[in-house]
């Protein structure tokens, strides 16, 4: 089945497993995992690995695979040549494959996979927290300058494609702030599945694929945080990670710092806190000494803020957030469409710190004035602000006002397709039920039972 066979013991993959503590049954499990990610039926065992160490190389994508697990559990890039599992026949010409296991002639054609049907919701199972690693450009970012092969049926592509994929990336931007990820989504996966995917398939000149690269990079960005808002959380974490290769593929930092916060916002929302600041902490580090603006400069640091307050460390939070207003006040006048970030940005993000940090009155002071400084675009935004604002004002007792904040988020969310503001006005249902005897709650009541869905 495409193995080969080096006639020599694999004495790299022997030195992995003992620094890593894996053993081969468990390097085979994790193996079959990553595959199934990747919608791959592997069935590897205890015994395929055996075979491994003793010179057998399995066919392509397993190495790279292989590269991935050990890059999770060891918390450092280590690549297909590192597991001694290379084997330089089995690649196509010009492809070359990373520690994370997407193979570089493949981008596309895990694009193209975007065009199928939107997934089932909430799929938080399927995301495994061992590929929250995060990843080191140096590894991820060396092959942009690689020939890359054409589809031959596909015509050569310019600056106009470019130019165009830049101004519907401007578009699918605008409608996922104004209206939520569950309506813009199916709509941005057809797109990216099928033209820009044979764009990627096409031949172009160097500069004209790096730039395309890039805004491939925001769009599949932007498809993962839809996800993440819909609670579609496995493909979510599929297309962070797709987002930085392309990204290095490109040689575009930012973008690819870029894709790592978003893993680390991820991260945060289900619990992992500490991955969160790790990657979180990579992404800042990916764009030192680079010519990055000062908003996504603001982007970044302000989202090491609320991860180390994540993880109790409440000392370092408040400095991180004083240097994202640092570059907040130097930034230009553009809000890029990727990464936008903003004085109601800052001050969410200083309310979830006082928030973790156990400040709730400042917290809700906050998260107030967030949601007064959001921009008219950034509806989910303000649902999810006033969501949050809503439960603390309820938990420290002040029934009638968080009534009127919940009010307010029933207004928005008549045109926001969310599961994340959905989940706040579940709970708002959860927490209110005791009190449905006070005038405030039964108004409140009323009104969520006029404005249900169908």
């Known amino acids: 089945m495409g193995e080969t066979r080096s006639y020599a013991l694999n004495h790299q993959l022997r030195q992995l497993l003992d620094e890593s503590g894996l053993t081969g049954e468990a390097l085979a499990g994790e193996v079959n995992a990553a595959g199934a990610g990747r919608g791959l039926e592997l069935r590897y065992s205890r015994s395929s690995v055996a075979h491994w160490l003793s010179g057998v190389h399995p066919r392509q994508p397993v190495p790279a695979l292989v590269a991935e697990v050990f890059s999770a559990v060891l918390g450092r890039s280590v690549t297909v040549a590192q597991t001694g599992l290379a084997d330089d026949a089995a ?21 193209a996979e975007l065009a199928g049907p ?5 799929r938080r199972r399927e995301v495994r927290v061992s590929r929250f690693a995060p990843p ?7 092959t942009v300058h690689r020939r890359r092969r054409s589809d031959p049926d596909a015509p050569r592509i310019g600056q106009s494609e470019v130019a165009s994929a830049h101004l519907m990336r401007d578009l699918f931007s605008t409608a996922d702030a104004e209206r939520g990820g569950r309506a813009t989504r199916p709509a941005l996966g057809l797109y990216a599945g099928t033209t820009l995917a044979t764009w990627l398939r096409a031949d172009a000149s160097p500069a004209v694929r790096r730039k395309l690269l890039a805004v491939a990079a925001e769009l599949c960005y932007l498809y993962a945080f839809m996800c993440f ?38 991260c945060h929302h289900l619990g ?20 990055v603006r000062p908003r996504t400069r603001a982007f970044l640091h302000g989202q090491v803020a609320v991860a180390l307050a994540g993880v109790g460390d409440g000392d370092r939070a408040p400095a991180e957030l004083r240097t994202a207003e640092r570059h907040l006040s130097r930034a230009e006048e553009h809000v890029p469409a990727i990464g936008a970030y903003n004085t109601a940005s800052l001050a969410h993000q200083h309310a979830e710190v006082a928030e973790l940090s156990g ?9 107030k004035a967030s949601s007064a400084q959001r921009p008219a675009i950034e509806r ?17 007792g002040h029934l009638d006002a968080a009534c009127d904040t919940w009010l307010q988020l029933l207004d928005v969310r008549r045109m926001v397709g969310s599961a994340r503001v959905d989940a706040a006005v579940t709970e708002m249902r959860r927490l209110v039920e005791p009190h449905r005897d006070t005038t405030s709650v039964r108004a409140l009541l009323d009104r969520a039972d006029a404005l249900q869905p169908g």
Not at 282 to 288: E, K, N, W
Not at 380 to 396: K, Y
């Open 359 to 367: 400040d709730s009155t400042e917290a809700i002071r906050l998260f």
């Open 272 to 291: 992992h806190r500490k991955q969160s600041l790790a990657l979180a902490e990579s992404a800042v580090g990916s764009i030192a000494g680079t010519a």
């Open 91 to 111: 690649l196509p010409s010009g492809a070359a494959t990373t520690g994370s296991g997407l193979s570089t002639d493949n981008l596309s054609t895990e694009m």
């Open 380 to 396: 989910r935004s303000l649902a999810v602000v006033l969501g949050r604002l809503a439960q603390l004002q309820f938990a420290a």
């Open 118 to 122: 939107t997934r089932d919701r909430g």
């Open 136 to 142: 080191e450009w140096p590894v991820a970012g060396t």
């Open 229 to 266: 808002d819909d609670e579609d959380q496995g493909p979510a974490q599929r297309y962070f990670l797709i987002s930085a290769q392309l990204a290095a593929e490109a040689g575009d930092r930012a973008v690819y710092a870029i894709a790592l916060r978003g893993m680390s916002v991820q």
